[in-house]
């Protein structure tokens, strides 16, 4: 079994930065690919990024590139998603997940993973 647990999450001005940690315990983080997602009301979940378990490789939403960066610690068996430039849309409930794998599916953003945390409210507002 794989337990996640996100935190970081916080009320940030609009243009303010945002750390995101996943704690990743039951097996050691270095073997698997983990990947962030969102959902804010009445919307549907949308994935911020995937990263591999070999930490040369990530992909990221549209929505986010270029502001968000994804990074892991498999040391402290820990994933971050560092966000910049917020913006009141980036307004969500933040998850990460993993389905055991060691890579990001192609379709990572689409993927159903097996294993997901609680999520960690994010709110952008002035």
């Known amino acids: 079994q794989v337990q996640l647990v996100e935190s970081g999450g916080d009320l940030v001005q609009p243009g303010g930065s945002l750390k995101l940690s996943c704690a990743v315990s039951?097996?050691?983080?270095?073997?698997?690919?983990i990947a962030w997602f969102r959902q804010a009301p009445g919307k549907e979940r949308e994935g911020v990024s995937c990263?591999?378990?070999?930490?040369?490789?990530?992909y990221y939403g549209d929505s986010v590139k270029g502001r968000f960066t994804v990074s892991r610690d498999n040391a402290k068996n820990t994933v971050y998603l560092q966000m910049n430039t917020l913006k009141p849309e980036d307004t969500a409930v933040y998850y990460c997940?993993?389905?055991?794998?060691?890579?990001?599916?192609?379709?990572?953003?689409?993927?159903?993973?097996?294993?997901w945390g609680q999520g960690t409210q994010v709110t952008v507002s002035s």
């Open positions: 997940a993993t389905d055991r794998l060691s890579w990001c599916p192609r379709d990572w953003d689409g993927y159903e993973y097996d294993y």
């Open positions: 039951g097996s050691p983080l270095k073997h698997y690919a």
């Open positions: 990263i591999f378990s070999s930490d040369d490789d990530a």
